[in-house]
């Protein structure tokens, strides 16, 4: 018999959504953040008074942070991208950005996350006359010193940098050259993105080209505002290790009436190759490439057993975190812990640090930090602490 009753459901380990505290203190796992879509509401007011920064739509804390998120529901992602004008306005020196990058780490650690990899720009930070490369500097100090602190308060805590280049720029393969430069000091990997219509990622194939050859690792935004065309070119072309969101791919799927699934051909390619997707649930809601939550197409992707991992991609634009982006997916599709743990492991092994330091996160932390987690929700439910 199927029991309906929720604390038996959950008992049984099924349909329950898992609370959130018990989200937080779950290890997790991110691979698509943006550094400059993640500072916290106070410093971005601090960072403009020091640097004499004016543009701010509000010096009150709380209510540009509010300011934030209502621009950024906007549901188009040109005036999505309008609100990092000011986040990068006000990192434009090494100082801010060690700051903005120590802030970062301290924040995902006391959000449980024990890896993650951050992308930014370096071309968007040099209008008061840093090098692309003093800027690479001042984000890994900031974000060693953010290890370090977070170590001496007892978090376990790794980080790989991830430099984006603009797709509406000509300046991919500097970039590109700046990531293996940098790759024995914390930069695991590369990216694009920006505006996707009118700017495929085909046209930086030098510097996906130059990175092959550099044996260097890359994912793509792509599938996020465009279709199919544009995930296509990101790996068929660009040769992709990974997609940030690649939404899109649900367009080459046809679920039939009675339940049927049908993949097209870049849809089986994925899957069998097992590429990941960076999914952003709350961002996609928000630029239009979702509907809701309950609509994504992470459901149907998870189903089918695509390399699907959760991520915030804008930390502030959506006020949003891990444990919130997990929790609303818990909500929404009755994710149990098995499942969280599932999307974990997936990020953690399409992450672009060494295979042996990604079994050692694995081992030594996700899949300990799950069972004690599912040891203690049982428990809270065999007790009647109950699970919301
Ligand atoms: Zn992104």
Redo the contacts with the bound molecule.
Sequence with gaps: MISTDPMAVAAAGQFAPVPEDIVRRAPKVLL?D?LDGGLRPQTVIDLALESGYQDLPSTDASALARWFADAAYSGSLERYLETFKHTVGVTQTAQALQRVARECVEDLAADGVVYAEL?YAPELHVERGLTEAQIVEAVLAGVDEGVVLMREQGRQIRIGLLLTAMRTATHARNIAELVVAYRDRGVVGFDI?GAEAGFPPTRHLDAFEYLRRENAHFTI?AGEAFGLPSIWEAIQWCGADRL??GVRIVDDIQVDADGRVTLGPLASYVRDRRIPLEM?PS?NVQTGAATSIATHPIGLLRKLGFRVTVNT??RLMSGTSMTREMTLLSEAFGYGLDDLQWFTVNAMKSSFIPFDERLGIINTQIKPGFASLREELATRIATGAGAG
């Design positions: 698509h943006h992308r993105a935004h940030g969101h952003c961002s991609d804008n």
